[in-house]
């Protein structure tokens, strides 16, 4: 059984970039920029930067680098300007429901909503040629007590939520807190003995949580993507996410196959 798993899960991945069809995403995979080294081949064929003292003249050691400081962010930003932090913080805090504790749950199980996404909302088109036009963010939620995608527009100018839409069946990409708890989720599972013992031959060290892998989660919609077999039919309406999975500053752990229904905190396996 250790053998089957690891040919389908444990296989490492070397290449230069992980392909998925369907609608799955691709993601690519850039070698690091001292790859070459370990064959002396690193360095060699580039063209000198202009201005470069000819090989063999020693010029002292380069001036110290300056790091120009980030530019103080006001509280409030100026007609299309990104949010600034300030703005963001005051939208989520507004648009939070304010619900009896219980009756949202974000995806650890704790109390209120998992906070997704906190963007710049559109101008009205009555809006547009205005000097100084209203401030709106777009905040948006998961609420894994009712499986409810929640989106709610604030107006930061005048500090109230103006609009509020809740759906059903809907599933945004996941935010990375989401991805990190899958990955605990699937290291705790029996099914991801392939991904344990994958680390422990990459590392050797035992892997007992999420904290030395860099996870990426996309959605897994069940039937909406093909034949969703058995406890797979419910997603779509739950909240179910695959994983690329990779060892920090390592190689990468092909997960795919495995779907987290965080809904349901189980964890199923593709084919």
């Keep these: 059984m250790?053998?089957?798993?690891?040919?389908?899960?444990?296989?490492?991945?070397?290449?230069?970039a992980i392909a998925l069809t369907g609608t799955a995403a691709m993601a690519a995979i850039t070698l690091p920029s001292d790859a070459g080294a370990a064959d002396g081949t690193a360095g060699q064929n580039r063209p000198r930067a202009v201005g470069a003292p000819a090989p063999g003249r020693d010029q002292g050691p380069p001036p110290p680098g300056r790091v120009e400081g980030a530019r103080p962010q006001g509280e409030r930003g100026q007609g299309r300007d990104p949010l600034t932090d300030d703005e963001v913080r005051r939208a989520q805090d507004l648009a939070l429901p304010r619900t009896p504790r219980g009756a949202a749950a974000d995806v650890t199980g704790r109390p209120g909503p998992e906070r997704l996404t906190?963007?710049?909302?559109e101008l009205a088109p009555s809006e547009a040629g205005l000097a100084d036009p209203p401030r709106r963010a777009l905040v948006s939620f998961y609420d894994y007590r009712s499986d409810s995608y929640l989106t709610r527009t604030v107006n930061l100018t005048t500090s109230k939520v103006e609009s509020t839409d809740t759906q059903h069946g809907v599933q945004p990409p996941p935010s990375h807190a989401e991805a990190v708890e899958a990955a605990r989720l699937l290291i705790a599972a029996s099914l991801g003995s392939g991904l344990r013992q994958d680390y422990r031959d990459a590392t050797g060290r035992d892997l007992t949580g999420p904290d030395p892998l860099s996870v990426t989660g996309f959605v897994y919609r069940g039937r909406a993507e093909g034949e969703a077999p058995g406890a797979l039919g419910d997603c779509g309406e739950h909240r179910c996410i695959r994983l690329f999975t990779k060892v920090k500053n390592g190689?990468?752990?092909?997960?795919r196959r495995f779907v987290i229904d965080l809904s349901a905190r189980t964890v199923a396996r593709l084919g």
């Design 251 to 255: 190689r990468w752990i092909d997960t």
């Design 2 to 16: 250790h053998h089957l798993m690891h040919r389908h899960l444990g296989k490492v991945v070397a290449g230069a």
């Design 118 to 121: 906190t963007d710049l909302a």
